[in-house]
Protein backbone atom coordinates (compact mmCIF):
# COMPACT_ATOMS: atom_id res chain seq x y z
CA UNK A 1 0.00 0.00 0.00
CA UNK A 2 1.33 2.94 -1.28
CA UNK A 3 -0.55 5.94 0.66
CA UNK A 4 0.11 3.70 3.98
CA UNK A 5 3.98 3.42 3.40
CA UNK A 6 3.65 7.42 2.43
CA UNK A 7 1.92 7.90 5.91
CA UNK A 8 4.72 5.80 7.82
CA UNK A 9 7.23 8.14 6.25
CA UNK A 10 5.46 11.30 7.11
CA UNK A 11 4.37 10.86 9.90
CA UNK A 12 6.27 7.95 12.52
CA UNK A 13 8.19 10.91 14.09
CA UNK A 14 5.36 12.03 15.68
CA UNK A 15 5.18 8.58 17.67
CA UNK A 16 7.34 7.84 20.94
CA UNK A 17 7.16 3.99 20.27
CA UNK A 18 6.56 1.68 17.54
CA UNK A 19 4.89 -1.77 17.88
CA UNK A 20 4.77 -3.84 15.13
CA UNK A 21 4.53 -7.76 14.69
CA UNK A 22 5.13 -10.61 11.72
CA UNK A 23 8.03 -9.33 9.67
CA UNK A 24 7.08 -11.46 6.86
CA UNK A 25 4.54 -8.46 5.98
CA UNK A 26 5.84 -5.93 4.52
CA UNK A 27 4.07 -2.78 6.72
CA UNK A 28 5.69 -4.39 9.49
CA UNK A 29 8.88 -4.21 7.46
CA UNK A 30 8.47 -0.57 6.47
CA UNK A 31 7.30 1.11 10.07
CA UNK A 32 10.69 -0.66 11.45
CA UNK A 33 12.82 1.05 9.12
CA UNK A 34 11.09 4.09 8.92
CA UNK A 35 11.50 4.40 13.01
CA UNK A 36 15.02 3.39 12.93
CA UNK A 37 15.77 6.42 10.04
CA UNK A 38 13.60 9.10 12.41
CA UNK A 39 15.18 7.53 15.32
CA UNK A 40 11.56 6.51 16.81
CA UNK A 41 12.50 3.56 19.23
CA UNK A 42 10.57 0.17 17.91
CA UNK A 43 9.35 -2.98 19.40
CA UNK A 44 9.18 -5.91 16.92
CA UNK A 45 6.98 -9.48 18.22
CA UNK A 46 8.37 -11.74 15.33
CA UNK A 47 5.90 -14.83 15.25
CA UNK A 48 9.07 -16.73 14.14
CA UNK A 49 8.62 -20.72 12.72
CA UNK A 50 12.37 -20.65 11.50
CA UNK A 51 11.84 -23.87 9.54
CA UNK A 52 9.68 -21.79 6.79
CA UNK A 53 11.61 -20.44 4.39
CA UNK A 54 10.05 -16.82 4.52
CA UNK A 55 11.67 -16.09 8.14
CA UNK A 56 15.08 -16.35 6.84
CA UNK A 57 14.68 -13.81 3.87
CA UNK A 58 16.87 -10.95 3.95
CA UNK A 59 14.08 -8.29 4.88
CA UNK A 60 12.90 -10.12 7.46
CA UNK A 61 16.49 -10.44 9.32
CA UNK A 62 17.29 -6.89 8.55
CA UNK A 63 14.20 -5.57 10.40
CA UNK A 64 14.77 -7.94 13.20
CA UNK A 65 18.29 -5.92 13.57
CA UNK A 66 16.84 -2.60 12.74
CA UNK A 67 14.40 -2.96 15.89
CA UNK A 68 14.66 -0.96 18.93
CA UNK A 69 13.91 -4.65 21.27
CA UNK A 70 12.72 -8.07 19.59
CA UNK A 71 10.56 -9.87 21.91
CA UNK A 72 10.51 -13.25 20.30
CA UNK A 73 9.28 -17.07 21.35
CA UNK A 74 10.69 -19.86 21.26
CA UNK A 75 13.41 -19.72 23.33
CA UNK A 76 14.90 -21.45 20.03
CA UNK A 77 14.20 -18.16 18.20
CA UNK A 78 15.53 -16.21 20.45
CA UNK A 79 18.66 -17.98 20.13
CA UNK A 80 18.71 -17.42 16.25
CA UNK A 81 18.18 -13.78 16.80
CA UNK A 82 20.44 -13.45 19.30
CA UNK A 83 22.92 -14.77 16.77
CA UNK A 84 22.37 -12.42 14.65
CA UNK A 85 23.01 -9.37 16.46
CA UNK A 86 19.33 -8.59 17.07
CA UNK A 87 18.38 -7.04 20.82
CA UNK A 88 15.89 -9.67 21.59
CA UNK A 89 14.13 -10.89 24.90
CA UNK A 90 12.18 -13.99 25.25
CA UNK A 91 8.32 -12.83 26.04
CA UNK A 92 5.79 -15.44 25.13
CA UNK A 93 2.15 -15.24 24.49
CA UNK A 94 0.18 -15.95 27.67
CA UNK A 95 -3.16 -18.39 29.07
CA UNK A 96 -5.67 -17.42 30.97
CA UNK A 97 -5.13 -19.29 34.27
CA UNK A 98 -8.27 -18.43 35.89
CA UNK A 99 -10.52 -19.79 33.24
CA UNK A 100 -13.13 -21.91 34.64
CA UNK A 101 -13.36 -25.42 33.59
CA UNK A 102 -17.31 -26.70 35.07
CA UNK A 103 -19.71 -29.69 34.89
CA UNK A 104 -21.76 -27.51 32.75
CA UNK A 105 -19.09 -27.62 29.97
CA UNK A 106 -18.63 -31.16 30.58
CA UNK A 107 -22.01 -32.09 30.06
CA UNK A 108 -22.36 -29.73 27.16
CA UNK A 109 -19.63 -31.83 25.57
CA UNK A 110 -21.24 -35.26 26.18
CA UNK A 111 -24.59 -34.17 24.47
CA UNK A 112 -22.68 -34.08 21.25
CA UNK A 113 -19.88 -36.78 21.35
CA UNK A 114 -21.95 -39.98 23.39
CA UNK A 115 -19.23 -42.54 22.79
CA UNK A 116 -18.44 -43.91 25.78
CA UNK A 117 -14.51 -45.30 24.83
CA UNK A 118 -11.97 -43.58 26.69
CA UNK A 119 -10.14 -40.90 23.43
CA UNK A 120 -7.71 -38.75 23.31
CA UNK A 121 -8.22 -35.15 22.10
CA UNK A 122 -6.43 -33.93 19.34
CA UNK A 123 -7.19 -29.57 19.32
CA UNK A 124 -6.29 -27.33 16.45
CA UNK A 125 -6.64 -26.89 12.75
CA UNK A 126 -7.28 -29.97 10.83
CA UNK A 127 -4.20 -29.28 8.74
CA UNK A 128 -1.29 -31.65 7.71
CA UNK A 129 1.48 -29.70 9.39
CA UNK A 130 -0.30 -30.51 12.25
CA UNK A 131 0.22 -33.80 12.27
CA UNK A 132 -3.20 -34.99 13.12
CA UNK A 133 -3.13 -38.10 10.53
CA UNK A 134 -0.06 -39.64 12.66
CA UNK A 135 -2.65 -39.63 15.56
CA UNK A 136 -5.49 -41.41 13.78
CA UNK A 137 -2.79 -43.57 12.48
CA UNK A 138 -1.78 -44.64 16.05
CA UNK A 139 -4.70 -44.91 17.32
CA UNK A 140 -6.08 -46.85 14.57
CA UNK A 141 -2.41 -49.29 15.14
CA UNK A 142 -3.50 -49.81 18.57
CA UNK A 143 -6.99 -50.87 18.43
CA UNK A 144 -5.78 -53.39 16.08
CA UNK A 145 -3.77 -54.73 18.72
CA UNK A 146 -6.56 -55.14 20.76
CA UNK A 147 -6.95 -51.89 22.48
CA UNK A 148 -10.42 -49.31 22.47
CA UNK A 149 -9.62 -45.82 22.29
CA UNK A 150 -11.69 -43.32 20.18
CA UNK A 151 -9.40 -40.13 18.71
CA UNK A 152 -12.13 -36.79 18.64
CA UNK A 153 -10.59 -33.56 16.65
CA UNK A 154 -11.73 -30.48 17.58
CA UNK A 155 -11.01 -27.53 15.02
CA UNK A 156 -11.57 -25.96 11.51
CA UNK A 157 -11.31 -27.66 8.98
CA UNK A 158 -8.57 -26.40 7.16
CA UNK A 159 -7.18 -29.37 4.59
CA UNK A 160 -11.25 -30.36 3.48
CA UNK A 161 -9.87 -33.99 3.77
CA UNK A 162 -12.24 -36.51 4.66
CA UNK A 163 -11.68 -38.45 7.79
CA UNK A 164 -12.55 -42.43 7.08
CA UNK A 165 -11.04 -44.09 10.39
CA UNK A 166 -14.00 -45.43 12.69
CA UNK A 167 -11.69 -44.69 15.44
CA UNK A 168 -11.81 -41.28 14.84
CA UNK A 169 -14.61 -38.28 15.66
CA UNK A 170 -14.32 -35.14 13.96
CA UNK A 171 -16.45 -32.21 15.02
CA UNK A 172 -15.08 -29.28 14.05
CA UNK A 173 -15.13 -26.06 15.49
CA UNK A 174 -16.71 -25.96 18.46
CA UNK A 175 -17.97 -23.09 20.92
CA UNK A 176 -15.38 -22.29 24.23
CA UNK A 177 -17.93 -24.69 26.85
CA UNK A 178 -17.29 -27.84 23.95
CA UNK A 179 -13.63 -27.00 24.09
CA UNK A 180 -13.33 -27.00 27.60
CA UNK A 181 -15.63 -30.01 28.33
CA UNK A 182 -13.67 -32.19 25.95
CA UNK A 183 -10.36 -30.92 27.67
CA UNK A 184 -11.82 -32.33 31.02
CA UNK A 185 -12.94 -35.87 29.40
CA UNK A 186 -10.15 -36.74 27.70
CA UNK A 187 -7.45 -39.18 28.67
CA UNK A 188 -4.96 -36.57 27.54
CA UNK A 189 -4.27 -34.37 24.46
CA UNK A 190 -2.01 -35.21 21.73
CA UNK A 191 -0.58 -33.01 19.41
CA UNK A 192 2.27 -34.00 16.67
CA UNK A 193 2.55 -30.37 15.31
CA UNK A 194 5.61 -29.76 13.15
CA UNK A 195 5.09 -26.37 13.98
CA UNK A 196 4.58 -23.57 16.12
CA UNK A 197 5.73 -20.40 17.58
CA UNK A 198 3.51 -20.95 21.07
CA UNK A 199 2.05 -23.88 22.75
CA UNK A 200 -1.23 -22.67 24.60
CA UNK A 201 -2.86 -26.18 23.71
CA UNK A 202 -0.72 -27.86 26.44
CA UNK A 203 -1.08 -25.02 29.06
CA UNK A 204 -4.91 -25.09 28.15
CA UNK A 205 -4.74 -29.46 28.92
CA UNK A 206 -2.72 -28.70 31.91
CA UNK A 207 -5.50 -26.08 33.36
CA UNK A 208 -7.91 -28.82 32.94
CA UNK A 209 -6.27 -31.49 34.89
CA UNK A 210 -4.84 -33.19 31.70
CA UNK A 211 -1.55 -34.63 30.82
CA UNK A 212 -0.11 -33.88 27.00
CA UNK A 213 1.89 -36.02 24.42
CA UNK A 214 3.56 -34.01 22.01
CA UNK A 215 5.94 -33.89 19.29
CA UNK A 216 9.75 -33.66 20.17
CA UNK A 217 10.22 -32.47 17.18
CA UNK A 218 9.08 -29.02 17.49
CA UNK A 219 10.77 -26.39 19.53
CA UNK A 220 7.71 -24.29 20.84
CA UNK A 221 6.77 -27.26 22.88
CA UNK A 222 10.28 -27.47 24.56
CA UNK A 223 9.71 -24.06 26.48
CA UNK A 224 7.04 -26.00 28.26
CA UNK A 225 7.29 -29.62 27.89
CA UNK A 226 9.60 -31.83 30.28
CA UNK A 227 9.70 -35.40 28.94
CA UNK A 228 8.71 -37.71 31.72
CA UNK A 229 7.86 -34.60 34.30
CA UNK A 230 4.72 -33.00 33.15
CA UNK A 231 4.40 -34.22 29.40
CA UNK A 232 5.56 -37.40 27.01
CA UNK A 233 7.71 -35.97 24.40
CA UNK A 234 7.83 -38.52 20.93
CA UNK A 235 7.96 -38.77 17.67
CA UNK A 236 5.72 -40.60 15.17
CA UNK A 237 6.79 -43.90 15.99
CA UNK A 238 7.23 -43.58 19.52
CA UNK A 239 3.20 -41.95 19.87
CA UNK A 240 1.26 -45.49 20.05
CA UNK A 241 3.63 -46.31 23.14
CA UNK A 242 3.36 -43.35 24.84
CA UNK A 243 -0.70 -43.05 24.25
CA UNK A 244 -1.06 -46.96 25.72
CA UNK A 245 1.03 -46.00 28.50
CA UNK A 246 -1.15 -42.97 29.78
CA UNK A 247 -3.94 -45.21 29.01
CA UNK A 248 -2.84 -48.16 31.20
CA UNK A 249 -1.43 -45.91 34.23
CA UNK A 250 -3.88 -43.53 36.05
CA UNK A 251 -0.81 -42.60 38.46
CA UNK A 252 1.13 -41.07 35.45
CA UNK A 253 -1.33 -39.16 34.14
CA UNK A 254 -2.02 -37.80 37.17
CA UNK A 255 1.55 -37.07 37.47
CA UNK A 256 2.31 -35.27 34.47
CA UNK A 257 -0.75 -33.08 34.33
CA UNK A 258 -0.59 -31.97 37.98
CA UNK A 259 3.23 -31.12 37.05
CA UNK A 260 2.18 -29.47 33.87
CA UNK A 261 -0.31 -27.43 35.28
CA UNK A 262 2.85 -25.67 37.93
CA UNK A 263 4.15 -24.47 34.77
CA UNK A 264 1.00 -22.64 34.06
CA UNK A 265 1.67 -19.38 36.22
CA UNK A 266 4.83 -18.71 34.11
CA UNK A 267 2.64 -18.15 30.74
CA UNK A 268 -0.75 -16.17 33.15
CA UNK A 269 -1.66 -13.35 30.65
CA UNK A 270 -1.24 -10.67 33.77
CA UNK A 271 2.11 -11.60 34.39
CA UNK A 272 3.02 -11.63 30.60
CA UNK A 273 0.97 -8.16 29.29
CA UNK A 274 2.44 -6.54 32.52
CA UNK A 275 5.60 -7.24 31.54
CA UNK A 276 5.27 -6.15 27.93
CA UNK A 277 3.98 -3.25 29.05
CA UNK A 278 6.81 -2.48 31.51
CA UNK A 279 8.70 -2.77 28.29
CA UNK A 280 7.10 -0.82 26.25
CA UNK A 281 7.14 2.26 28.98
CA UNK A 282 11.14 1.86 29.37
CA UNK A 283 11.60 1.83 25.31
CA UNK A 284 9.32 5.07 24.59
CA UNK A 285 10.75 8.15 23.71
CA UNK A 286 10.94 10.48 26.86
Known amino acids: ?10 HISEYDLV ?31 LDDDFYHFPDWLKSAQQATHVLAVPQVACDFLKEKDCNVKYLPAGCDIDEKFTLADKQAFAEIYTCKKPFILVLGRKAGAKGYQKIINAIDLLNSEGSNIQAVLIGPDDDRLPITSKNTTYLGRQPRKIVRGALQSCLALVNMSASESFG ?78 DICKKSAKP
Open 200 to 277: IVLLEAWLAGKPVIVNKHCAAFHDMAIDKENSLLVNSEELPTAIRKLHDDTNLRIKLATNGKKQTVRFDWKAVSSEFV
Open 19 to 49: VTHNNVFRPAVIAIEEAKKQDVPSILIPHAH
Open 1 to 10: SKDMENFLSE
